[in-house]
């Protein structure tokens, strides 16, 4: 690990003048910078703990529910108004790392982790274009079981890591970001970026902005929603395949659906063609096939991870299959 300035962070307004100092970067619960920093991967010279900040309140906001960004992974999970209104959230938290980590790590940070593509990791006798545009990206040609499959390029099929971005994505939540220069409001669905030609490119955050909120809005779809996490153990363990789902279900039919799918794209994958697939239909099997084929028809398998998309399809159909008898 290089050295590094550090402090910490008490008032917002100074916290947020100081983190647009150039290489500075902010801390909360340290789960995957320090260790992308002990690796190198990152280096930054300026390391700003922002955990004093008053970020931590998870609590009813006209219709819906806002959590502060530095609220842990844990409580969030654990929280009646997260347990009730939305479940999918509070299940991809809870099949997440492991319960130490879920106890450190902040929501806002967890938006925030970085890739855990080994090409990427590995510094000595890897190219890889997140770390060094232009150099090229190992996986393609390389050990690519655990990547991705949807939303790659020529440049990175490196697999978004979050579940719980996949579950916020799915049910329309919104980040709250502040800089010294004001604040605005991103979807979820639009936060992080796809590789394209520039993969070092992760998410919409702009140097010296800070996550402070994420609001969910109430919903049926919302209430009625779930995350299936299909894995190659039962825990500590990142995604192979993955949904976030929620549905209304009134009479037997499909009033409003939303999918996202995790463990297979190189970002939080929403698949709004897969929901307009299911609304209007029988909340039945074979239209849930249906909408699996549709969410996957655009997936692109490597040499050793081509068999992800039916996974996928069949994570999707499992998901939706056993959150409609629920609903029934």
Partial sequence: MRPFNFALGA????????GAIANTKFIAGGTNLVDLMKCEVEHPAHVLDINALPMSNVEREGQGVRIGALVRMSDAADHPLVLRGFPAISQALLLSASPQLRNAASLGGNLMQRVRCPY?????????????????????????????????????IATHPSDFAVALAALDGVLTIRSAKGEREVAATDFHLLPGTTPHLEHNLKAGELIT??????????????????????????????????????????????????GVATKPWRSRDAEAALVGKAADVPAFRNAADVALRSAKGYEHNGFKIELAKRTLVRALTDLAGGAA
């Fill in 11 to 18: 008032e917002e307004s100074a916290v947020l003048k100081s």
């Fill in 213 to 262: 909120s994420i609001y969910l809005p109430d919903a049926r779809h919302a209430q009625r929603s779930a995350y299936l996490k299909i894995r190659d153990r039962a825990s500590y363990e990142f995604a192979l395949t993955s949904a976030a789902i929620g549905l209304e279900v009134s009479g037997g039919v499909i009033r409003s659906a939303r999918v996202a799918l995790g």
């Fill in 120 to 156: 990427f990791r590995e510094l000595t006798w890897t190219p890889c274009n997140k770390r060094e545009p232009g150099s090229g990206c190992s996986a393609i040609n390389g050990d690519n079981r655990m990547h991705a499959i949807l939303g790659t390029s020529e440049a990175c």
